[in-house]
């Protein structure tokens, strides 16, 4: 079970830090990709950590800007995002597969039930 928090409304320019917390497996085994979805658009990728926290990957239009990060100890995984845009705003999600990375959506098991992140010009 994944649980996504930490969204809220900001001025073009700020940041915001995502978490996601994850419960009843085994945390440090599985890959936990960050994805948004805009009103009517499709849900996309925005980044993903891999199992051990070794290799990140970023969607271009968020790299240089977002990091993520997690700490299997508290089982939680982090999406910190700067100079936030009005075009990030969107529902965000947090997901997690087995071990590796990957950038598609139905690659992943487990979903968070999503975070509002709004912000104004």
């Known amino acids: 079970q994944l649980q996504a928090s930490g969204g809220g409304l900001v001025q073009a320019g700020g940041s915001l830090r995502l978490s996601c917390a994850a419960s009843?497996?085994?945390?440090?085994?599985?890959?936990v990709g960050w994805f948004r979805q805009a009103p009517g658009k499709e849900r996309e990728f925005v980044a993903a950590?891999?199992?051990?926290?070794?290799?990140?990957y970023f969607a271009d239009s968020v790299k240089g800007r977002f990091t993520i990060s997690r700490d299997n100890g508290k089982n939680t995984a982090y999406l910190q995002m700067n100079s936030l845009i009005p075009e990030d705003t969107a529902v965000y999600y947090c997901?997690?597969?087995?071990?590796?990375?990957?950038?598609?959506?139905?690659?992943?098991?487990?979903w968070g039930q999503g975070t509002q992140v709004t912000v104004s010009s």
């Open positions: 997901a997690a597969r087995y071990i590796a990375v990957h950038t598609s959506p139905s690659e992943y098991d487990l």
């Open positions: 009843g497996r085994t945390f440090s085994n599985y890959a």
């Open positions: 950590i891999s199992s051990n926290g070794g290799y990140t």
